[in-house]
């Protein structure tokens, strides 16, 4: 099943998550987009969306405070063993409409088949 599955959200750094030079924390933007890499596949599970079983984390550059960075998490692949989310982090750059990659990271989402919706009609 080829399904992709896009969602965007804005994230503002602030002075609670980044260091005394105003440097943006790794692991403040880890905790925030490992719960956004769980909106697009939401609508697969009954109840509590289980534990990532893998992933994959890198920083390409620092983001500072007040910078206003987006998250973008798209479902990118679903088979039998679970779901892929893969996770982009941009910024705008100043002086033209390109966007600055953060970092990325990729998550597994295993399928546990007591979480997951299966569509059942009545006999």
């Known amino acids: ?27 403040a933007l880890y905790e925030k987009i490992k719960t956004v890499a769980t909106y697009p596949i939401k609508e697969f599970y009954l109840q509590d969306i289980p534990d990532i079983g893998d992933f994959k984390f890198k920083m390409y550059k620092n983001a500072f405070l007040n ?9 990118v ?4 063993d679970g779901y892929w989310v893969n996770i982009t982090v941009t910024k705008a750059k100043n002086t033209t409409n390109h966007q600055e990659r953060i970092c990325s ?9 007591k979480y997951y919706k299966t569509n059942r009609t009545a006999c």
Do not use: Y
């Open 67 to 75: 910078d206003k960075l987006t998250i973008q998490a798209q479902l």
């Open 105 to 113: 990271a990729l998550f597994d989402f295993p399928l546990e088949s």
């Open 77 to 80: 692949k679903q088979d039998k």
């Open 1 to 27: 099943m080829k399904t992709h599955i896009n969602t965007n959200v804005p994230f503002l750094v602030t002075k609670d998550i980044s260091n005394a030079n105003g440097f943006l924390l790794p692991h």
